[in-house]
């Protein structure tokens, strides 16, 4: 079955950290570029953060720059969000998708563009 599973979502304190994953099955991100999106109720679905299948270069987000890190291991076929100094407006669930370009977009994609989805991890920001 090919398919995008994630896991590490749950509950922080603000200030604090947490990791994402997003493992593929059933196929190889090699040549997959991912990105991150997120989405509070309410709200539009927030792009804007990429890690590319070419070199592995990486985008932010203006609202997570500096704060999260994208980094993808081939070998185990996973891409990871790394979320530090968490804020009270980052709870939302979040989803990694997987598109087969080697490069990551200069401009946000459609939603349909993409090959893969994750099934969405929820993400809790409370004192």
């Known amino acids: 079955q090919l398919q995008l599973v994630e896991s590490g979502g749950g509950l922080v304190q603000p200030g604090g950290s947490l990791r994402l994953s997003c493992a593929a099955s059933g196929f190889t991100l090699d040549h997959y570029s991912i990105d991150w999106f997120r989405q509070a109720p309410g709200k539009e679905r927030e792009g804007g953060t990429c890690?590319?299948?070419?070199?592995?270069?990486?985008y932010y987000a203006d609202s997570v720059k500096d704060r999260f890190t994208i980094s993808r291991d081939n070998a185990k076929n996973t891409v990871y969000l790394q979320m530090n100094s968490l804020k009270p407006e980052d709870p939302a669930v979040y989803y990694c998708?997987?598109?087969?370009?080697?490069?990551?977009?200069?401009?946000?994609?459609?939603?349909?563009?993409?090959?893969?989805w994750g099934q969405g991890t929820q993400v809790t920001v409370s004192s």
């Open positions: 890690i590319s299948s070419s070199d592995g270069s990486t």
């Open positions: 998708a997987a598109i087969k370009y080697y490069y990551c977009s200069a401009y946000p994609r459609g939603l349909l563009e993409y090959d893969y």
